[in-house]
T-cell receptor, first 112, second 112 residues
């Protein structure tokens, strides 16, 4: 069964460094999303992406964040200058249409 | 405003018993989805119910949706120890990019 994959599974970085989190959505899906979950808290929406552009972003998704679909398979989330409070589990999700979203296993980001 | 709030926050039952979790939301929705998350792991999609549906079944899962009360319930019948996890409802609104808004979740413990 097709699944969303994410790499790396765990990323440790120093505050102020740039990180890129990678996702490979399910191949025939058209809608892509990033969410994050701070330890012990709710899953929060960051950004949605459709037709090669951002369709919606949350207040969390400020100028330090960007997304890209550099080729036909990858979907990346970049954090330009990480802060301690960016430490969280980051989930990528994709959907074929505006319905069921399938989530990847997540990348645990630890900012020291 | 909070969207997708579950109750109870925690539920402990004996194997073989049924588990019922409830979710309330505040705005009009396109669909409501239930997810399971094992500790520190990814989100597994369980079931989606659309706003024009009242009940759906999938194996041991039964989901109801009452749009007049803006609430949903997830029933797991004949629970197993492997059902131990956190369960989240997530709503997708019509006037958005179908981003999901998650609740705080119910932590279910099924005692063998």
């Amino acid at each position: 069964e097709p699944e969303v994959t994410q790499t790396p599974s765990h990323q440790v970085t120093q505050m102020g460094q740039e990180v890129i989190l990678r996702c490979v959505p399910i191949s025939n899906h058209l809608y892509f999303y990033w969410y994050r979950q701070i330890l012990g808290q709710k899953v929060e929406f960051l950004v949605s992406f459709y037709n090669n552009e951002i369709s919606e972003k949350s207040e969390i998704f400020d100028d330090q964040f960007s997304v890209e679909r550099p080729d036909g398979s990858n979907f990346t989330l970049k954090i330009r200058s990480t802060k301690l409070e960016d430490s969280a589990m980051y989930f990528c999700a994709s959907s074929e249409q505006s319905d069921t979203q399938y989530f990847g296993p997540g990348t645990r980001l630890t900012v020291l | 405003s909070q969207q997708g709030e579950e109750d109870p926050q925690a539920l402990s039952i004996q194997e073989g018993e049924n588990a019922t979790m409830n979710c309330s939301y505040k705005t009009s929705i396109n669909n409501l989805q239930w997810y399971r998350q094992n500790s520190g792991r990814g989100l597994v999609h369980l079931i989606l119910i659309r706003s024009n549906e009242r009940e759906k079944h999938s194996g041991r899962l039964r989901v109801t949706l009452d749009t007049s009360k803006k609430s949903s319930s997830l029933l797991i019948t004949a629970s197993r120890a492997a059902d131990t996890a956190s369960y989240f409802c997530a709503t997708a609104r019509m006037d958005s990019s179908y981003k999901l808004i998650f609740g705080s979740g119910t932590r279910l413990l099924v005692r063998p």
